[in-house]
C-alpha cells in the first residue's frame, strides 16, 4: 500500500521557474526521503529529513517537513531540463529504513 | 566505486515460467532491499535483508514469490509460474544506516 501521496501528479514549468511538490503521508515517520527517477528506471536518492528536522538543503533543492501536519515539500529552484524526471517521497516507518513510496509527481522542465 | 547492479536489465517470459533476477549490491552494505514497481506508481516493498536472513518479507504477494541471499551479499529474487499480473520493474536497493541506493532495475514482462 501507498503511505506517501504527491501533489500535483505531474507539473510543466519553463526553465528557470521554481518547481514545488508536495508530499502528504498517513502514519508517523523516523525520516522522510525524496528520490527521483528517470524514465521509469533506477532511483536517485536526493535528500533526506529526519523528524525532528524542520527543514533541510541541498544544492537546488530544499526540504520541509510538517510532522504535525504529516507533510513535506520539495522545492527545486532555478529548474533545468535536466530536472525532467519523476519525483518520489519515501517515508520509513518501521525503523529499519523500508521505504513506503508515494504515486511519484512527473515533472517537466521545458528549455 | 560500483553501485547496485541487477541483471537482467530486461526480462521476456512467458506465463507459468520460472525466472531469477539477480541484483548485486554495494560491498559491504548489509541491508538489501527489493522493491517492485508498476506503470504509473511508485515502488512497493517486497523483501528486506539484514546480512543472510530475511528480516521482513511482508512484501511479497504469494508463495510464487521467494528471494535468497546465501552469503550476505548478491540476492536472487525467484519467481515461480509467472503471470501476466507479475509484469513490473523489479527494483533491488542496498544500504548503510537510512539511505538506501538503487540498481537499475530489471524490466519483467510475463506474455
Known amino acids: 500500500s501507498q503511505q506517501g501521496e504527491e501533489d500535483p501528479q505531474a507539473l510543466s514549468i519553463q526553465e528557470g521557474e521554481n518547481a514545488t511538490m508536495n508530499c502528504s503521508y498517513k502514519?508517523?515517520?523516523?525520516?522522510l526521503q525524496w528520490y527521483r527517477q528517470n524514465s521509469g528506471r533506477g532511483l536517485v536518492h536526493l535528500i533526506l529529513i529526519r523528524s525532528n528536522e524542520r527543514e533541510k538543503h541541498s544544492g537546488r533543492l530544499r526540504v520541509t517537513l510538517d510532522t504535525s501536519k504529516k507533510s513535506s515539500s520539495l522545492l527545486i529552484t532555478a529548474s533545468r531540463a535536466a530536472d525532467t524526471a519523476s519525483y518520489f517521497c519515501a517515508t520509513d516507518a518501521k525503523g529499519y529504513s523500508t521505504l513506503t513510496f508515494g504515486k511519484g509527481t512527473m515533472l517537466l522542465v521545458s528549455p | 566505486g560500483a553501485g547496485v547492479s541487477q541483471t537482467p536489465s530486461n526480462k521476456v517470459t512467458e506465463k507459468g515460467k520460472y525466472v531469477e533476477l539477480r541484483c548485486d549490491p554495494i560491498?559491504?552494505?548489509?541491508?538489501l532491499y527489493w522493491y517492485r514497481q508498476s506503470l504509473g506508481q511508485g515502488p512497493e516493498f517486497l523483501i528486506y535483508?539484514?546480512?543472510?536472513?530475511?528480516?521482513?518479507d511482508s512484501g511479497l504477494p504469494n508463495d510464487r514469490f521467494f528471494a535468497v541471499r546465501p552469503e550476505g551479499s548478491v540476492s536472487t529474487l525467484k519467481i515461480q509460474r509467472t503471470e501476466r499480473g507479475d509484469s513490473a520493474v523489479y527494483l533491488c536497493?542496498?544500504?548503510?544506516?537510512?539511505?538506501?541506493?538503487f540498481g537499475p532495475g530489471t524490466r519483467l514482462l510475463v506474455l
Open positions: 536497493a542496498s544500504s548503510l544506516p537510512e539511505t538506501q541506493y
Open positions: 535483508f539484514q546480512g543472510t536472513g530475511a528480516a521482513d
Open positions: 560491498s559491504g552494505h548489509t541491508a
Open positions: 502514519t508517523s515517520i523516523n525520516n
